[in-house]
């Protein structure tokens, strides 16, 4: 008898065990050994191709310099670790997962397409539930189980400054700066959310257009999980719209637009569920959660696959699933307190690991952002400005902690800083076969070009005591990207809000206040200059070097980002 997974050859006892049970009545733990399973056997490795770009881009920054010694890092391949052991559902756990079966099997019948989308959407939230209910029910293990690493990252982890809920009182789903408009036309597109999607899209459909550059259609079914957005975009007529599309002309992504759109509504539903538990007294939340490595990045994969489209010949490819999952775990690093503070369980900051771990994924996010500042990353694969576009995207929302939990008091010294002198990595096999990070001198460019030279000359003259080390990350980035062609005027003003004025508040005295201007004048430089990121001229241009100021340069304020201090769960309504 065939496996319903489609495209997958399951062990023997993975295929008993999917077969001898409904999806819905199958255990958290089994459920998460069969999703593992599922994606080791989809998961393509890497091609000639990649490997070959890999090695140009090498090979062009050693033409820089002389080789120098370097220090290596191991990260173990997620899939093959151990799963989480989990609790069973609960009898209203069973009954949500029920009706979830009952959808997903109307869809599998319509659109067998969708079959592999349809068991991850059934596995996962059966891993899900489990998760939630051992949360609320396990006494929590210390958190610290091992004695402090002196690896050269954990080394250099920050001190988090203290944070409370009403220090994200910005946050809040309906207010600033998703309010404001991002796009200078198109009503139904007043979102950065939305506008962010697109963006990435137009950023990677430049030579190979797919269509899917304005699809936005495809994505509202699961915005029902996004309550902010319903005042800016008449859901009802949209989903109307992709229905009787469905019926017309199949998309194989509109079809997973509505298994996705199932999932987004049982994941909420599990986190409210829990969370009114809590509230009312019935159990306790820490903030803590007990996904493992392996769990946390299966659970994220369904939410990446659709978010993130891209063709289906390079769905499952190596490289692409390593940016899908990485670019969650650089949300995870800016949101990690507020997600502590909102009860959110899908956060690897808040995960069961240990601390060495995590800061190996956010050095393993750092080198992936400067990889995609080379020009040799974006050849092989469609999808190659994810990771680029999502710090960027980061950054002018005003949404997330970049700017206001990195700021810290002083700069930390530049000379021999491992994060400096990671080499540019696209971490091709964080799932499966593992990869390795390599800290070394890093290379710089001899000279600016011309471009890049006026805005080293724009610092040098309005913030002459962050110039020297602006200057010196802008002979870094060239030295990854090679000479710079964007647009000076607007990226300046972007950089002088944003990255240059968290440097001037570095060097001040500590105020929270201050960090709270910079953080809300980022989504409002956001919201202005947005628009000129979609220029098909220098758009590709002036996201390079913004992911390369906002993820990678000194003092690195999306590591800065990393620090946790757990509080009291407050139970706010989630935000996605």
Known sequence: MKSRIAGAVPTASADSLLLAQPSAELQPTEAGNALARLLVNRINGSTEQYRSRQ?????????????????????????????????????????????????LRMIEAAFPQVSTDVEMCRLTSTMLEGAWRSRALTPPRDEERATACACPLCRRLPTPPARTLGDYSWRQSAGRPLTVKAWPYRRELDSVLTAGWIWVRQLNDLERDLGLRHRFE?????????????????????TQLVEGRLAESFSTNSARALVCGLYAAHKR?????????????????????????????????????FWHVSPDTELWQEEHLASLLLCRVIDDMADVRVDSLTGEISNFWLADLPTHTKALYAACT???????????????????????????????????????????????????????????????GILTHGTTLTIGPRPTAPALSSRTAELS????????????LFDAE???????????????????????????????????????????????????????????????????EDTALLSYMFGCAHPHFIWNATGYQPTTVTGDWLDG
């Open 55 to 103: 090695t140009a881009a090498q090979q062009r920054l050693d033409a820089l310099g002389s080789p120098h010694s370097s220090t290596t890092l191991h990260v173990e391949g997620a899939l093959h670790l151990a799963q989480t052991a989990f609790l069973p559902p609960d009898e209203e756990g069973y009954a949500r997962l029920r009706r979830l079966d009952t959808s």
């Open 218 to 238: 495809d994505d509202i079914l699961v915005f029902h999980e996004y309550k902010r957005v319903i005042d800016t975009i008449d859901t009802t007529h949209v």
């Open 269 to 305: 539903s599990v986190d409210e569920h829990w969370l009114q538990q809590h509230h009312a007294g019935s159990v306790t939340l820490p903030q803590t959660n007990p996904l493992g490595q392996s769990t946390y990045s299966a659970l994220q994969m369904l939410d990446c696959l």
């Open 366 to 428: 750092i080198a992936l952002i400067k990889y995609g500042c080379m020009p040799e990353a974006h050849e092989p694969m469609w999808n190659t400005w994810l990771m680029s576009s999502t710090i960027v995207w980061m950054g002018l929302t005003g949404r997330h902690a970049l700017w206001f939990d990195g700021i810290t008091e002083g700069l930390p010294p530049a000379e021999d800083c491992p994060l400096c002198d990671l080499q540019p990595n696209p971490c091709t």
């Open 457 to 468: 000359a724009l610092c040098r003259a309005q913030f002459p005591r962050t110039w020297a």
């Open 474 to 540: 802008l002979h870094a980035f060239e030295a990854l990207h090679g000479p710079w062609q964007g647009n000076t005027d607007s990226t300046w003003e972007i950089l002088r809000r944003t990255y240059v004025a968290a440097v001037e508040a570095s060097m001040d005295a500590p105020s929270p206040d201050r960090a709270r201007q910079i953080q809300q004048d980022a989504g409002a430089v956001g919201s202005e200059k947005f628009s000129t990121l979609y220029d098909p001229q220098t758009g590709r």
